[in-house]
């Protein structure tokens, strides 16, 4: 049966019985690959009428001045709105593809270290890094078995997320090492906002926000963390995050061994 997918668990009780469940999944399966495949058709269309519209809104801001003036400011707006549900559509499509194509075997080493400096370089000339101290701790021997722009895109959520989260005048620090079972880890700590403990079990689900104005003021699309989880799980690795609120908070992934090289 090709398209039968079971799930089969196993259950202890008393002296030595046990109980297995089988569920038939297919159908769960069945219609998580059509919301999957709607999203991902559905951003795709999107984009289209949207280019065409932030093309228009570029030219006719060419023309503003004299008696139009009066219309600088809202169209300002428009152009900021199109950029933003631009962001929003690129990271819909791109948590579509990493939830629903499979990941091509990739054993090329990925150097973390040097993408690490080039983050940190890149958010501190960007308007929510700018003034923020940054400490790069990187291991240069150590590089990650992975699929490159899956894992920038996921170090890089989480490097943006600190800058956004943190004062003018915060400090974030990024390490990348090894750890006590031979795998490695990669931690963004910034000394911020902080999350609340209630949130914390939540934070990697789409839209989940803690802040909605503060994220969106921030140009947050309430993605950036459900991206992170699905390059881990694709990696074989683990999010781990410690937060106070007020204090700031440490985001890390834990990459098993087998995921790491060293020179
Ligand atoms: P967003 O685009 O809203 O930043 P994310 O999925 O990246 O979406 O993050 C989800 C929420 O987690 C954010 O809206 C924010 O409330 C919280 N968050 C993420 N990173 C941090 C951080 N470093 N400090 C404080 N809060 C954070």
């Known amino acids: 049966l090709p398209h039968l997918t079971l799930s089969i668990s196993m259950t202890f009780f008393g002296a030595g019985n046990r109980l297995i469940f089988v569920r038939n999944i297919s159908k769960i399966r069945h219609l998580e690959k059509i919301r999957q495949d709607f999203i991902g058709n559905m951003s795709h ?16 801001s060419t023309h ?17 709105q199109a950029e933003r549900m631009e962001h929003l559509i690129t990271d819909l499509m791109w948590l579509s593809r990493l939830e629903s194509v499979p990941q091509e075997d990739s054993n090329t080493p990925v150097a ?29 021997s150590i590089s990650l078995i992975g699929e ?26 990024i390490d990348w090492r090894l750890n006590d079972a031979g795998g490695a880890i990669f931690s963004v700590s910034d000394n911020g906002f902080g999350i609340a403990e209630e949130h914390l079990s939540r934070l990697t689900e789409r839209f989940y926000r803690v802040d909605t104005s503060r994220s969106i003021a921030t140009g947050g699309t309430g ?41």
Not at 119 to 137: C, L, P, T, Y
């Open 148 to 173: 490159f722009k899956e894992v920038r895109s996921a170090l890089n959520n989480l490097v943006v997320n600190a800058c956004k989260y943190t004062d003018d005048d915060g400090v974030i620090r």
């Open 223 to 263: 993605l950036g963390l459900a991206i992170v989880k699905h390059v881990l799980m694709r990696h074989g690795a683990e999010l781990q995050v410690c937060s106070e609120e007020g204090v700031g908070s440490t985001f890390s992934c834990i990459f098993p061994a087998n995921r790491v090289s060293r020179q």
């Open 112 to 140: 973390v270290a040097a993408i690490s400096r080039e983050m940190a370089e890149e958010a501190s000339v960007h308007r929510a890094g700018q003034g923020k101290i940054f400490e790069v701790n990187v291991d240069d």
């Open 45 to 60: 269309e999107l984009r289209t009428p949207l280019t065409v519209i932030k093309g228009y809104l570029e030219v006719i």
């Open 64 to 80: 503003i001045e004299g008696e139009n003036s009066r219309w600088e400011r809202p169209l300002l707006q428009m152009q900021e």
